[in-house]
């Protein structure tokens, strides 16, 4: 199942963001110094309108002062004519003791502070910005009265009293300043206007700033459920490979659209092979009922199917459909579910032998009773014919063959009733070794005398095993004596016993190298009285098989065993903790 991963989205998301705050420092700072300029021009044209009225009112001054019929009215009139401009607030001249001497109107309606700078030397100009109560800020501009100089002017050397003239006049005036308060209404309405471009841009800057944090909050917000979405997506995911079921999603075609590992190993596939692979390969779209279901929309419940895989084994399934109904009356695909039915088919089979086992439990028990007493009377009669035989050997020959058929008689008797008996286990603490080792020294005679080797495996085994010692015995005995039956002469038999550390069984196995149990042959050889040989009664696996169930266990067999063309393998499994469960 494919995880969805998103990290390319964040990419352009995060480069938006660096955008908005680069964005935002750019318009900050843009702002801010168009402001200062325009704050700075504001001012800049009042200094120059400033300066040019201190140069007119200076001029005129320095006109008027010269003159020979010179008056200080002229200089209150000059002053009077200078405050009809709409930008001059007042103007009056004043000394450096800072009385004033001359002065517009305004001034004497009500006389500002006298403004007299400390350096007044040169022509110098002077500039402040003054807040009067209740009124604009007024821009104050003060320069040195310039006199005329009496050496320079005309007619002053030749005529003295021309030069007296202007000696008087000048008396007074050393060192007088001219201040000239310009109103700053062009100066506040630059300002306002700036004022309200601030606020506008402020605005676009807390609007941006506002869709950043927004932005960045989606973003994170984004972050998170898709965090969550790739958790549910894995949490789903582990789900569905933990289910002990497989899962398939097919379209309407049949093609694969998802899966997970129990469903691949079900339909022999591996994860590679899964682009568009088609379950028609494997599965019988009408047999199964998936047809109906993709044609119909109508479910599958538990149909019994069978898989043949790679390897030739029949895989018995109970497969489940259910539409996916993307609209209504039409099925955009279908969600399979296939349970492996090998365990049922097993405890099935298990059942259906072990009522068999009953019902020959039964017959065993009522014929041994019946047989077993004529038997003897029998065998009994046979030696007795044969002991009055002695003098004719043919006639006796024939009584001791008699004894013999008897005896196998009684042996098949015998093995009904051990079939026929509950065999009750009677388990205790031995070294598993040391009960591989016992039954080998059973059977190493007739071993010798048949020239085939028994090889003995016991080194994982554990030290000791909750067993009990004489079933477990005969187990060994009787498959150890159907693989010296089956060897031929210089073959191996191979017995052991190793512990199965992950499944916590031990694990006992008896293989030879003989011809090995026919394919057709393999699902009967634990029935009972089922046998290839002639001389056989078909109970000796069939009671092998009742005592490995008694020990919780199971057994199985293997002909080849893996790696091999030929051979035979029995495998017997048991719980190491068989004591915790009987």
């Not at 506040?188 to 309200?196: L, N, T």
């Not at 279908?334 to 097993?346: C, G, N, P, Q, W």
């Amino acid at each position: 199942m494919n995880i969805f991963q998103p990290k390319k989205l964040y990419l352009p998301a995060l480069i938006i963001v660096v955008m908005i705050l680069t964005l935002l420092v750019f318009i900050g700072f843009s702002t801010y110094w168009n402001l200062n300029r325009a704050r700075e021009n504001a001012l800049k044209f009042v200094h120059q309108q400033g300066v040019a009225t201190l140069q007119i009112i200076d001029a005129s001054l320095l006109s008027l002062i010269e003159t020979t019929d010179f008056q200080k009215d002229s200089i209150d009139q000059l002053i009077r004519k200078a405050e009809n401009n709409q930008y001059i607030e007042f103007v009056y001249i004043a000394d450096r003791e800072g009385r004033i001497m001359h002065s517009s109107a305004s001034v004497k309606r009500g006389p500002p502070e006298v403004w007299i700078p400390q350096e007044s030397s040169g022509n110098r100009i002077f500039s402040r910005i003054k807040k009067l109560p209740d009124t604009m800020p007024i821009y104050e501009m003060a320069q040195k009265v310039l006199l005329p100089d009496t050496a320079q002017t005309p007619n002053s050397a030749s005529d003295p009293q021309s030069r007296s003239n202007i000696l008087g006049t000048r008396k007074g005036y050393e060192n007088a300043m001219l201040v000239v308060g310009l109103e700053m209404s062009s100066f506040e309405m630059a300002q306002h206007e700036d004022f309200h471009h601030a606020i506008i841009m402020v605005s676009i800057l807390a609007a941006l700033g506002a869709g950043t944090i927004f932005f960045i909050f989606v973003i994170h917000a984004y972050h998170r459920m898709n965090r969550r979405l790739r958790e549910t997506q894995e949490y789903t995911r582990y789900v569905v490979e933990s289910m002990a079921s497989g899962l398939l999603s097919i379209d309407e075609s049949g093609n694969v659209l998802s899966y997970n590992n129990l469903a691949l190993e079900f339909i022999g596939q591996s994860s590679a092979d899964m682009e568009r692979f088609n379950l028609q390969q494997v599965i019988d779209f009408h047999q199964s009922g998936i047809s109906d279901t993709l044609t119909r929309c109508g479910p599958v419940f538990d149909r019994e199917i069978v898989i043949c895989k790679a390897g030739g084994e029949n895989l018995p399934l109970a497969i489940s459909v259910s539409p996916m109904a993307m609209q209504e009356g039409a099925c955009q695909g279908a969600v399979i579910i296939l349970r492996d039915l090998r365990e049922i088919k097993r405890l099935e089979e298990k059942v259906r032998r072990a009522e068999k086992y009953a019902e020959v439990g039964k017959l065993a028990a009522a014929v041994a009773h019946e047989i077993r007493n004529p038997l003897s009377s029998i065998r009994g009669f046979a030696r007795f014919l044969g002991h009055k035989l002695q003098d004719r050997p043919q006639d006796q020959e024939y009584a001791t063959i008699m004894v013999k058929e008897v005896d196998r008689i009684n042996h098949v008797v015998t093995d009904l009733l051990n079939f026929a008996n509950p065999l009750d286990i009677e388990p205790s603490h031995d070294n598993p070794a040391d009960l591989v080792s016992h039954s080998v020294r059973l059977v190493e005679g007739d071993a010798t005398s048949r020239n085939i080797n028994i090889l003995i495996k016991t080194d994982n085994c554990p030290q000791t095993a909750f067993l009990d010692q004489d079933q477990m015995t005969q187990v060994l005995l009787n498959l150890t004596l159907n693989a010296l039956h089956e060897a031929l002469s210089g073959q191996t038999i191979e017995i052991g016993v190793s512990t199965d550390a992950p499944h916590k069984n031990i694990v006992f196995w008896v293989e030879d190298d003989g011809p090995g149990i026919p394919k057709e042959n393999l699902e009967k050889i634990f029935d009972p009285f089922f046998t290839t040989r002639e001389k056989g009664t078909g109970l000796g696996l069939a009671i092998v098989q009742k005592i490995v169930e008694n020990h919780r266990g199971q057994i199985s067999v293997s002909s080849p065993p893996p790696g091999k063309n030929h051979g035979c393998r029995f495998s017997i499994e048991i719980p190491l903790d068989l004591e915790a469960t009987l």
